[in-house]
């Protein structure tokens, strides 16, 4: 069982920065693969980035490529989620998700985080 909670959504000007944060319960993080998602007001929810267990493999959506970056450190129990260059269209609720399989966690991950709310304005 892991629980997830994030941390670090906001209000910010488009082209601006924000990090979020994924803070893990359980001594297992290190061998679950870690994932970003995200929903807009009336859109379905859709992958953003995700994370091998050690960190050495990363994947991400053609829409955030470039822009964001996912990184973890296992002795603190944390995923993040480095997001440069932000546009409106990024606005939605960020959710943090894991799954014991990287090719899994990009799309039917098992645990879900509760959400953090990012909003970009123009």
């Known amino acids: 069982q892991v629980q997830l909670v994030e941390s670090g959504g906001g209000l910010v000007q488009a082209g601006g920065s924000l990090r979020l944060s994924c803070a893990a319960s359980g001594r297992t993080f290190s061998s679950y693969a870690m994932a970003w998602f995200r929903q807009a007001t009336g859109k379905e929810r859709e992958f953003v980035a995700a994370i091998s267990w050690s960190g050495g493999n990363t994947y991400y959506a053609d829409s955030v490529k470039g822009r964001f970056t996912i990184s973890r450190d296992n002795a603190k129990n944390t995923v993040y989620l480095q997001m440069n260059s932000l546009k409106p269209e990024d606005t939605a609720v960020y959710y943090c998700?894991?799954?014991?399989?990287?090719?899994?966690?990009?799309?039917?991950?098992?645990?879900w985080g509760q959400g953090t709310q990012v909003t970009v304005s123009s």
């Open positions: 998700a894991a799954a014991r399989a990287y090719v899994v966690v990009r799309s039917t991950p098992n645990y």
